[in-house]
């Protein structure tokens, strides 16, 4: 979905323009997003459905952390560089393009702002991370969050809410190449090189 622009004698919120069945990547595109993070209320299993923008679908997390957890949470980071080199499709089933984390302090507090852009809705994210970590039998960073609930690992809708209840909606999201997902860059990528292959043998 993406905005139009509205003359002036018609509501200047935004409007959705549904996303083309058959994106154009080769045409940048950019969505303004309401405050609410959607333009039109649906519900889903869990909440208000978050639409599909040109940069995909994502979410950023901010929550407090519980005193004395940074080292934890920058422990952790390095937990996942390793589990990733090691096994460099671990976090494949979440459908990642990216993902961010960042500590920073508001006065004497520190938060945790995480960001993730993905290819799969919000509320599958979430569900599929609680069930790869229990198949992997590794723990979340969130539990060094304040408010995380203790039972995550059973109560799929917990965990939802807490990372529904700490979601700061974006009001503007750009592609460069928009609605592409992760598994046809990864696929543009490979006949990229493949066809650079050919084309050294061929001299």
Request: glycine share 6%.
């Amino acid at each position: 979905m993406a905005t139009s622009t509205l003359p002036k004698s018609e509501s200047s919120k935004p409007q959705p323009v549904e996303a083309p069945s058959k994106a154009d990547w080769s045409q940048p595109r950019a969505m303004a997003i309401p405050k609410e993070g959607y333009f039109e209320l649906q519900n889903g299993r869990y909440g208000p459905v978050y639409p599909r923008t040109p940069a995909c679908y994502g979410f950023t997390i901010i929550a407090k952390i519980k005193p004395g957890r940074e080292e934890a949470i920058r422990a952790y980071g390095k937990t996942i560089e390793k589990a990733i080199e090691d096994m460099p499709d671990a976090l494949a089933t979440l459908k990642l393009h990216y993902l961010r984390w960042v500590l920073f302090d508001i006065g004497k507090d520190t938060y945790f702002m995480y960001q993730g852009i993905f290819d799969t809705d919000f509320d599958k994210y979430t569900e599929d991370a609680v069930a790869l970590f229990k198949k992997v039998g590794v723990n979340t960073v969130f539990e060094n969050l304040e408010g995380f609930p203790e039972d995550w690992k059973t109560n799929v809708p917990a965990f939802v809410k807490f990372v529904r209840e700490h979601q700061c909606p974006s009001f503007l999201e750009y592609g460069e190449y928009p609605y592409a997902t992760a598994d046809e860059i990864k696929k543009a990528l490979k006949l990229k090189a493949a066809f650079g292959e050919m084309l050294d043998l061929m001299q």
